[in-house]
Antibody
Framework: EVQLVQSGAEVREPGATVKISCRVS????????IHWVRQAPGKGLEWMGR????????IYAKKFRGRVVLSADTSIDTAYMELSSLRSEDTAVYYC???????????WGQGTTVTVSS | QSALTQPRSVSGSPGQSVTIPCTGT?????????VSWHQQDPGKAPKLIIY???KRPSGVPDRFSGSKSGNTASLTISGLQAVDEADYYC?????????FGGGTKVTVL
């Protein structure tokens, strides 16, 4: 079964850093990009960027450049999203998504809730 | 990387058809924009229902259809059912950047 399993919920104070993992199973990790998408409470989906596990190349949305680092460890088929200088507006559910067009395969993790509060 | 524009909500009675437009899916530089549609139930991860503007993954009911003309993509739900009540998001991917629409809540009256 194709699955993306994310790490558990996190609570951080403003200014801190959070790192979320996304473990892949059921397909060849290097065949698909891992995208990161977040959703603030009651809001829509927001793309943060993607990493190509095959070569480690990353592309970030302009809004998050300088604050987010995406990475992938092919030895354990796991991708990571690290977000720094957290503020209250970063409170959201963060999803990883395995997808690369033109493939129809589109797999999402279960989501990780990050709460930023003092 | 401007967000795509969708109506905040649409509604219809069971059996009717509803269409959700999504504008902003063309790039000024002419790059190919890969348009997808996702359905999201409360508290769940999004589910792909249309890819490459008008293709439907296996297992997705054929009452869901997608189209694209110029700068606007559209999702049509024909024969609306109660189970279709959810949030729907369009997205456009150029091969480098991705952008989502703000989401449309479909209500079945």
């Amino acid at each position: 079964e194709v699955q993306l399993v994310q790490s558990g919920a996190e609570v951080r104070e403003p200014g801190a850093t959070v790192k979320i993992s996304c473990r892949v199973s059921g397909y060849t990790f290097t065949d698909y990009y891992i995208h990161w998408v977040r959703q603030a409470p009651g809001k829509g989906l927001e793309w943060m960027g993607r990493v190509d596990p095959d070569d480690g190349l990353t592309i970030y949305a302009k809004k998050f450049r300088g604050r987010v680092v995406l990475s992938a460890d092919t030895s354990i088929d796991t991708a990571y999203m690290e977000l720094s200088s957290l503020r209250s507006e970063d409170t959201a559910v963060y999803y990883c998504r395995g997808w690369r067009p033109p493939s129809v395969m589109d797999v999402w993790g279960q989501g990780t809730t990050v709460t930023v509060s003092s | 990387q401007s967000a795509l524009t969708q109506p905040r909500s649409v509604s219809g009675s069971p059996g009717q058809s509803v269409t959700i437009p999504c504008t902003g899916t063309s790039s000024a530089d002419g790059a190919y924009n890969y348009v997808s549609w996702h359905q999201q139930d409360p508290g769940k991860a999004p589910k792909l229902i249309i890819y490459d503007a008008n293709k439907r993954p296996s297992g997705v009911p054929d009452r869901f259809s997608g189209s694209k003309s110029g700068n606007t993509a559209s999702l049509t739900i024909s024969g609306l059912q109660a189970v279709d009540e959810a949030d729907y998001y369009c997205s456009s991917y150029t091969g480098r950047y991705m952008v989502f629409g703000g989401g449309t809540k479909v209500t079945v009256l």
